[in-house]
């Protein structure tokens, strides 16, 4: 499985892909944070990230299936996948190399960020005048967040060999589990129901840990998720014996 990840995260480092995922990232979140005057933090006048957190989940919704796109799609085109198979790897450690490695340049697309918290941190007034425990919980909700875009990422493309139509499926699919149950929700038809319809959702509980309080229920939500993406993939990976 190491070696899969090795393989796979230095290939994106390789890659025009992997940089310019890290410089979108930063720069849409830069201009949101210093420059556009409805968001920045200059104008504001209040010591928060709220405009990274707010924005983030959206680059993320097509960063992210840039990424994965590639995966076992570009495999299936190439006819590598049959190689790979051949090796002595069980398809778990095979899926579980190339999750890891996606989500690996994820989380480095978000390591530069740390920087505006300690920008904002130092430009408080007095100094440290920030919710750091907010910002702590908002940064676990965009792990756990880019965690769940990479599992539903790696399972649309090993739905095809077009790139192209994995990223599709995967854009698709992961603004349906982000905001779509939100949108169900908000029909009147629901009554009471649509509060439950809500928590379906990756917005609900994403919304919650990034209070800076972390439930064992948002936590517990997001691993299911993820595990319920894995396994579709894996179910995918071992169709071919079938």
């Known amino acids: 499985m190491f070696a899969i990840l090795s393989k796979e995260f230095n290939s994106y480092l390789n890659s025009l892909i992997g940089y310019i995922v890290i410089g979108v990232f930063l720069v849409a979140t830069g201009l949101f944070m210093w420059v556009f005057p409805d968001s920045s933090v200059l104008d ?8 990274v957190f707010m924005l983030a989940p959206w680059l993320f919704l097509f960063l992210i299936p840039a990424i994965t796109m590639r995966a076992f799609a570009e495999e299936r085109k190439g006819g590598t996948m049959e190689l790979l198979l051949t090796k002595p790897l069980s398809d778990t450690q095979l899926l579980l190399g190339k999750y890891f490695a996606c989500l690996l340049l994820a989380l480095f697309a978000l390591l530069p960020s740390l920087l505006y918290y300690v920008s904002v941190y130092q430009l408080g007034d007095p100094v440290g005048n920030i919710d750091s425990a907010a910002v702590a919980g908002s940064y676990l909700g965009l792990v756990f967040l880019a965690a769940v875009f990479v599992a539903m990422g790696i399972f649309a493309s090993s739905l095809t060999e077009n790139q192209i139509v994995a ?65 579709g993939t894996k179910l995918v990976l071992e169709s071919r014996k079938w």
């Open 167 to 231: 990223f599709i499926l995967a854009v698709f699919l992961c603004y349906l589990v982000y905001t779509g149950f939100d949108l169900l929700a908000s029909i009147d038809a629901w009554g009471t129901a649509s509060y439950y319809i809500a928590q379906l959702g990756i917005s609900y509980h994403y919304s919650s840990i990034s209070k800076g309080l972390i439930d064992s229920r948002d936590v517990l939500y997001f691993l299911s998720v993820i595990t319920i993406m894995l396994l």
């Open 44 to 51: 504001y006048g209040y010591a928060d990230l709220q405009s």
